[in-house]
């Protein structure tokens, strides 16, 4: 989700790693081992939770995580909860990074140290204040300056133990000064009004003819006032601790008055010191990216060079290329270049283009498509895209059935457990690979068009460039599908989304086994017992050295690689999309029932959105509510005012809307885009919806009283009707501006190089060789627009921070003072030579 500044998109999101801790103390019991589980939260809120490894005081997770994020926020924390069975469980220490920190560890494995967790640090939310400084009349007719403090609302505030009933206590601190106010409380509101005033005395009274007005600075400077912000709480613990502001009354300057945001702070626990790792460490990865996406006629030069990409002769020469030569990793370039022609419907040509001239520099085919280069990342990041759904309808049911059951499977001696069997465990092997093997191989009419055009491209190059080899037009194919696709799904099922945590050792073990043996199986190798190392690999594989298994792979291969396409939409089998447990309210289908709310498990196919009571009952027939996906007319967010609750959103039918409650904002922002996107098709989707609910006889957003009266406000839309992909044509074009922009020395460099290789016949220069040239004219224009494109762009964005910088106000409610990314940007702008921005 973006957010909008003056015809400009911004667009954040967050790649994670999340390796290992170690260290942790251990419990104080005779029992010294933890069950650990590590959560990522932006500010307070939880948005992803890892496994909990059992038993461990060095706990390996080894989990990764993405997300757009939808909303500001300060830090990126993570939580290292030991679980406990019996009461709550406990937190052990936290990372926290700032916002503007996140670049330093941009990429970088890194080591933090994990901090205490106390409630007095766990702050988040603003809070608007109005300083005024004023003289005033006494009854016996002095006059005393005396301060009013107006706290008018706060935004963002956290919400502790499921409730939020906030107030503010106000207080003037000097010398001699200690006196409290206190606002009323705001039940069940995180976002509270509380907009009521307090008056302090600043100054002793004075002389009523001295009508001037004048404090002392001195006495100004000794003073400051404070705001604590508390949910009030009905436990014996007390009252919870929000944040806190510190305002010195010097800021009121001369005009006497001071209207400000403010960001809440921790309370200064000095007294608390922890030594270095007492709390052991955490292993994190941390990628953020932060995309300011222009209107879509900025992209227009750089985005119709990189599209002629394909058709570009030689295609050496062309934009896509010459970014996949100077970006340091090949993924880097792949991720963007993919997805923009994807968008574009010009993946299977360039894709072609590429794969063909990798091929006429292949001398050896047994070296096809080995390396990391561009054509294998982009024919990667591709199957990734086009085939999820594809790999959750073949792989998923049989690798929840091996992460369930656990059966052994261990077949090396020298790792077998007393209690286990050799020939068990090669049967129970056996028995998966067998079942995998055959699902893969009886799947070709479900593989994506897309995939099957590319397959059927690579097929071709390949045949045509080494016609004496007669198997080179399966391993070509073989080496994406199931080298790159199905063995890596099979190994890590966590990292193509068909299951949601790294598996347990002893089911990954079980998971690299078969990984292994499905990889050997596809690669119709000459000699297959003496691709493994080990000979017990080698023992087991003899029970698949029959015929019948490289036939059935070499028909999977021709179908996969036809030039026939298949119509996708005829996979009648329903597809799980998406599953979880959220909060529902009662639809009112019993005009008399109650409207409460209840947590259920809602499931999301191509078919039907149910929900269910439990987990559990998910599996058999009975939905409690089963709607079907034509039935869908809008899913549209709910305004947190309906029901003082938020992550809200609404399944808009034909007769009523299902108000649901998700977990935290991006799992509403995921729910609400994968049900946009399967009902998008649908005839009778609504133009307009209402926004808040339906109460008291009313819609509270339009006030109208008929319960079917038409929406008050547009519904969002412009998302496309295909599930497998969401894309953003300019952000990815801005996201291709930018690593061109990363590596403008390595273009500049390649100009160097095309000059060389025109003017000199002699033998290529060292700093030269890594750059594959085979038009140095072409080239070198190429690059000539690029670098122009690039440049252009770059001064439109500065620009856009010269004039940003000029009309945002520090200590508006979109930049509150405490805001240290804000502060940073200023500091590098007023220390910036070429421009101020």
């Known amino acids: 989700m973006a957010v909008e500044e003056e015809g400009l998109r911004v667009f954040q999101s967050v790649k994670i790693k999340i390796g290992e801790a170690k260290n942790i103390p251990p419990y104080p019991g005779p029992n010294k081992m933890r069950d650990c589980y590590c959560t990522v939260n932006l500010d307070q809120e939880e948005v992803f939770r890892t496994k909990t490894i059992e038993k461990s005081l060095c706990p390996f997770y080894g989990e990764d995580f993405y997300c757009e994020i939808p909303r500001t926020f300060r830090h990126l924390s993570f939580y290292i909860f030991d679980r406990d069975v019996f009461?709550?469980?406990?937190?052990?220490?936290?990372?926290?990074?700032?916002?503007?920190?996140?670049?330093?560890?941009?990429?970088?494995?890194?080591?933090?140290?994990?901090?205490?967790?106390?409630?007095?640090?766990?702050?988040?939310?603003?809070?608007?204040?109005?300083?005024?400084?004023?003289?005033?009349?006494?009854?016996?007719?002095?006059?005393?300056?005396?301060?009013?403090?107006?706290?008018?609302?706060?935004?963002d505030l956290p919400i502790v133990n499921g409730?939020?009933?906030?107030?503010?206590?106000?207080?003037?601190?000097?010398?001699?000064?200690?006196?409290?106010k206190k606002t009323k409380v705001k039940r069940k509101n995180n976002n509270p009004q509380f907009d009521e005033v307090f008056f302090f005395e600043v100054t002793k009274p004075l002389s009523y003819t001295k009508r001037q007005f004048d404090v002392e600075e001195d006495d100004v400077d000794k003073l400051a006032l404070k705001v604590d912000l508390w949910t009030a709480s009905n436990l014996k613990f007390g009252d919870e601790f929000l944040g806190e502001v510190r305002v010195p009354l010097r800021v009121l300057g001369q005009s006497g008055v001071h209207d400000a945001w403010y960001f809440l702070q921790p309370r200064d626990n000095s007294n608390k010191s922890v030594k270095a790792d007492e709390l052991g460490s955490l292993r994190l990865n941390i990628v953020y990216t932060e995309d300011h996406v222009f209107p879509t006629e900025h992209y227009n030069p750089l985005r119709d060079l990189l599209l002629q990409s394909a058709h570009f002769e030689p295609v050496s020469a062309s934009a896509a290329h010459i970014l996949g030569e100077v970006c340091r990793e090949k993924q880097e370039a792949a991720v963007p270049l993919v997805r923009l022609f994807l968008h574009y419907g010009k993946i299977v040509p360039f894709l072609s283009a590429i794969a063909h001239a990798e091929i006429s520099r292949t001398q050896d085919p047994n070296t096809i498509f080995r390396g990391n280069s561009l054509t294998s990342k982009c024919i990667d990041e591709t199957m990734k895209l086009a085939g999820m759904h594809y790999l959750r309808v073949t792989l998923k049911p049989i690798i929840d059935e091996i992460c369930t059951d656990h059966k052994p499977c261990e077949i090396d001696p020298v790792k077998l457990k007393e209690s286990e069997n050799l020939d068990t465990n090669r049967e129970n092997l056996r028995q998966y690979v067998d079942r995998i093997f055959n699902v893969i191989t009886s799947s070709g009419v479900s593989c994506p068009t897309v995939m099957c055009d590319i397959f059927f491209s690579l097929r071709e190059s390949a045949s045509s460039r080494f016609q004496v080899d007669p198997d080179v037009r399966y391993t070509a194919v073989s080496s994406f599908i199931f080298l790159r696709f199905f063995a890596p799904a099979i190994l890590s099922p966590n990292l193509f989304h068909l299951r949601p945590h790294h598996p347990d050792p002893c089911t990954s073990r079980t998971l690299t086994l078969i990984s292994k043996t499905i990889q050997t199986l596809g690669s119709l190798a000459k000699s297959k017992s003496a691709n493994f190392k080990e000979s017990y690999m080698a023992a087991f594989y003899d029970y698949f050295n029959e015929q019948k298994y490289a036939d059935a792979v070499k028909n999977f291969l021709d179908l996969i690689s036809s030039s026939a396409r298949w119509d996708q939409k005829s996979i009648e089998t329903p597809i799980m999309l998406k599953e979880g447990f959220m909060i529902k309210r009662a639809q009112g289908r019993n005009r008399f029932g109650l409207k409460n709310f209840k947590k259920r498990w809602f499931r999301l196919t191509n078919h039907e959105f149910t929900y269910h009571k439990t987990k559990g009952n998910a599996k058999g027939e009975?939905?409690?509510?089963?709607?079907?996906?034509?039935n869908i007319l809008a899913v549209e967010r709910l305004e947190e005012e309906s029901f003082k609750m938020k992550n809200m959103f609404q399944v808009i039918q034909p007769e009523r809307a299902l108000y649901i409650q998700a977990n935290n904002c991006v799992e509403a922002r995921d729910w609400i885009d994968i049900l946009t996107k399967v009902s998008?098709?649908?005839?009778?989707?609504?133009?307009?919806?209402?926004?808040?609910?339906?109460?008291?006889?009313?819609?509270?957003?339009?006030?109208?009283?008929?319960?079917?009266?038409?929406?008050?406000?547009?519904?969002?839309?412009?998302?496309?009707?295909?599930?497998?992909?969401?894309?953003?044509g300019d952000r990815e074009t801005e996201r291709i501006y930018s690593l061109y922009s990363t590596y403008m020395a390595k273009l500049v460099k390649m100009q160097e190089a095309c000059g060389s290789k025109s003017v000199y016949d002699g033998p290529e220069q060292e700093e030269y060789s890594t750059f594959v040239i085979d038009d140095p004219q072409e080239t070198y224009k190429t690059l000539r627009l690029v670098i122009s494109a690039v440049q252009t762009l770059e001064q439109q964005h500065m620009q856009y921070k010269r004039d940003k910088f000029r009309k945002t106000k520090y200590g508006s409610q979109e930049h509150p003072i405490g805001d240290q990314s804000f502060q940073c940007y200023i500091r590098q702008q007023s220390e910036s030579s070429t421009y101020s921005i």
Not at 163 to 180: F, H, I, K, N, T
């Open 622 to 630: 009975g939905a409690l509510c089963s709607i079907p996906i034509e």
């Open 163 to 180: 409730q939020c009933d906030p107030y503010a206590a106000v207080s003037l601190l000097g010398l001699s000064r200690s006196e409290a």
């Open 680 to 728: 998008q098709c649908n005839r009778k989707r609504l133009s307009t919806y209402h926004p808040s609910a339906f109460l008291n006889g009313h819609w509270l957003c339009c006030k109208l009283s008929a319960d079917t009266a038409p929406g008050c406000t547009p519904c969002t839309g412009g998302l496309p009707a295909n599930i497998q992909l969401d894309v953003d």
């Open 87 to 155: 009461r709550r469980d406990s937190s052990i220490g936290k990372v926290a990074v700032k916002k503007e920190d996140l670049q330093k560890y941009h990429g970088k494995d890194h080591w933090f140290p994990l901090q205490p967790v106390c409630a007095d640090s766990e702050v988040q939310g603003k809070v608007h204040l109005e300083l005024r400084l004023s003289e005033v009349i006494t009854d016996s007719g002095v006059v005393c300056h005396k301060l009013a403090t107006r706290v008018l609302e706060c935004q």
